[in-house]
């Protein structure tokens, strides 16, 4: 059994350095996950893998089946979830290549099958508690790799969730800025608020890849950006995993 399971996603869609020594063929109540979990070895533990965007990265953030990643995790016995999840900066102190240890989101999803609670028969109708929607436990853990591992990673952040798969206007930017967000990605949610259903801790290493919509002081391309950082942000990913791992597998 692997307690412990990433999330990967854009930028880190496999997991170079885990020795698969299983793949499992997911197939839940909800659905087969994006991919199959690949449980292997690394870091000296056993952790289970997740291709978010299914393997080829082919899935679009509004056609996962987030019910189904997180339901045939908890079948596998994972009680943590590490998500990765690069995404666009929308505060100045997040520049592309920087990490973070989001703390708050704010949804803005649609259209998502977004909880077991759907009123069909056998489900429970449950109002889970999510004033932290990240656990606190799981955060510090990855705060104290990184500072272990002399990585830097913002110690919070409210992350917005966006539908995609287009990415945002200027307005919706600054709309977004004005509500509080620091960044914004576009499959944070329901994902978040599913593991909490499971009751699975959940926290996120958000990499920031691009300045959102509009922001970009040299006027650049996102596309561009993101071919310039995500190699930097994820190596800090990896970093902080490399840490963090041991102590929670
Ligand atoms: N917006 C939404 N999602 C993203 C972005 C962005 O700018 N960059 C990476 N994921």
């Known amino acids: ?3 412990i399971a990433v999330i990967g996603g854009t930028g880190m869609n496999s997991w170079p350095g885990l020795e698969v020594l299983a793949r499992i063929d997911a197939d839940t109540a909800y659905g087969k996950p994006s991919a199959p979990l690949l449980r292997g070895r690394v870091y000296g533990v056993e952790a289970i893998f997740l291709a978010r965007h299914g393997e080829g990265h082919k899935l679009p953030p509004h056609a996962i089946n987030y ?9 596998a016995g994972v009680q943590r979830v590490i998500a990765i999840a690069a995404v666009g900066a929308i505060a100045p102190w997040f520049a592309p290549g920087e990490v973070a240890v989001p703390d708050d989101l704010i949804d803005h999803t649609w259209g998502r099958e977004h909880s077991y609670s759907d009123g069909r028969p056998g489900s429970v109708l449950a109002h889970v508690e999510f004033t932290h929607p990240y656990s606190p436990a799981l955060r510090e853990a990855l705060l104290a790799a990184a ?5 830097q990673a913002a110690a919070q952040g409210v992350m ?10 200027p307005a919706e930017i600054r709309a977004l800025q004005r509500e509080g967000s ?7 949610m329901p994902e978040a608020a599913l593991a909490r259903e499971l009751g699975l801790d959940y926290a996120c290493l958000a990499v920031s ?3 959102a919509a509009g922001l970009s002081p040299a006027g650049a391309g996102i596309h561009d950006e993101i071919h310039a950082s995500i190699e930097v942000g994820m190596a800090k ?7 963090a791992l041991p102590g929670l597998a």
């Open 1 to 3: 059994m692997s307690k």
């Open 67 to 75: 019910r189904a990643n997180l339901q045939a995790l908890a079948e």
């Open 147 to 151: 500072a272990a591992g002399g990585v």
């Open 160 to 169: 917005a969730v966006t539908q995609g798969p287009r990415l945002e206007t």
């Open 182 to 188: 620091d960044m914004v990605g576009m499959t944070g």
């Open 209 to 211: 890849v691009n300045w």
């Open 237 to 243: 990913v990896r970093a902080i995993l490399e840490r």
